[in-house]
Nanobody, 120 residues
Framework: QVQLVESGGGLVQPGGSLRLSCAAS????????MAWYRQAPGKQRDLVAR???????NYADSVKGRFTISRDNAKNTVFLQMNSLKPEDTAVYYC??????????????WGQGTQVTVSS
């Protein structure tokens, strides 16, 4: 069993910054891809950023140059540094990880979500 716990969401003014964290715990052997998704009200859940175990990074076009994803493999944690935030970044942000457990199963696991609101 693997769990993801997110933190760092909140209310911020346009142009401000937030840093999201997501830590995995449980029966972890290794973690492949770590990613952040977001879902605004009435919209589908979309990929924001993704980082592989080899360090390959992808960003949604809408966040390139403003958001930075990183990972700390020793702590099984992924971060999302969000700068120059815009009202359209308002959404629930979800962490996602592809994890190989100690029993050698592959689990695709989601966090509970953290609200990010950008508003003056």
């Amino acid at each position: 069993q693997v769990q993801l716990v997110e933190s760092g969401g909140g209310l911020v003014q346009p142009g401000g910054s937030l840093r999201l964290s997501c830590a995995a715990s449980g029966s972890i052997f290794s973690i492949y891809t770590m990613a952040w998704y977001r879902q605004a009200p009435g919209k589908q859940r979309d990929l924001v950023a993704r980082i592989t175990s080899g360090g390959i990074i992808n960003y949604a076009d809408s966040v390139k140059g403003r958001f930075t994803i990183s990972r700390d493999n020793a702590k099984n944690t992924v971060f999302l540094q969000m700068n120059s935030l815009k009202p359209e970044d308002t959404a629930v942000y979800y962490c996602n990880m592809e994890i190989r457990t100690r029993t050698q199963h592959i689990e695709n696991t989601w966090g509970q979500g953290t609200q990010v609101t950008v508003s003056s």
